[in-house]
């Protein structure tokens, strides 16, 4: 069986990376969870002191960047990798209402981008791999043999984030999850520098109203006639 890449895009919280991980499990492919980088660059700047809610030293933060080393590690018990900033595994750091609220600022920033693809774009050089963000088909992979692009309501999406964050034990109101929903994804497809956006040969899949377990198989199927 030839080895593929599997790009899937779409907007906030539409269960891409659950999908993604059971995918990459079921085909012992690598899975590559693009938006935790963007994350990582977001705490980096957090803790450099160039972004707050009440400010962004943009060109502050781009002289930074070089110091910004964002790395994957595998973690076995899991059995997916795990996102590493200058080698501190920082996967309870990222997932904060405090990240989510900047990181479409510095995702929006050209220089963030090209330092991230660049590492993207070496992961999935063998192939083998499933990567899922908001510029995978169109812009790190755009030869990818299967694109997806995921949808959900808002709804949905937002009471997905909400228990996935009040299960880490953060104290957050589902209105401010929603609210933080929309104003990602206005943010995300409106930015100049790869904008999210569906590629022209992605297949699209609103997930608003089925299980994992179906999804799961509706896109196996795809990538079996794609294999
Ligand atoms: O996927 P996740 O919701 O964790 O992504 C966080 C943010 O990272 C997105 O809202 C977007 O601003 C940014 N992102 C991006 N390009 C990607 C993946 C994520 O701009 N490929």
Do not use: C, W
């Not at 297949?203 to 994992?212: L, Q, R």
């Amino acid at each position: 069986m030839k080895d593929i890449t599997i790009a899937i895009d779409g907007f906030s919280s539409t269960g891409k990376s659950t999908i993604a991980k059971l995918l990459a499990k079921s085909l012992g492919y690598v899975y590559v969870d693009s938006g935790a980088m963007y994350r990582a660059i977001t705490f980096f700047a957090m803790k450099e002191g160039k972004i707050s809610t009440e400010h962004f030293d943009r060109d502050g933060l781009i002289s930074e960047l070089p110091n910004a080393k964002v790395s994957f590690k595998f973690n076995d018990s899991l059995g997916f990798a795990e996102v590493y900033l200058n080698d501190i595994n920082i996967e309870k750091n990222i997932r904060t209402l405090e990240v989510s609220n900047l990181v479409s600022t510095v995702a929006a920033v050209p220089e963030v981008r090209k330092q991230l693809v660049k590492i993207q774009k070496e992961i999935g050089k063998n192939k083998a791999v499933v990567m899922d963000g908001r510029d995978i088909g169109t812009v790190v992979f755009p030869d990818a043999e299967l694109k997806i692009f995921m949808n959900a309501s808002a709804q949905t999406r937002a009471l997905r984030r909400y228990n996935e964050i009040k299960d880490n034990g953060e104290a957050i109101t589902f209105d401010a999850i929603l609210e933080n929903v929309q104003k990602r994804d206005h943010l995300d497809s409106t930015r100049k520098d790869s904008p999210l956006l569906k590629a022209e040969d992605a297949i699209e899949i609103d997930n608003s109203d089925v299980t994992i377990e179906e999804q799961f198989q509706n896109i196996l199927k795809l990538v079996n006639s794609v294999l």
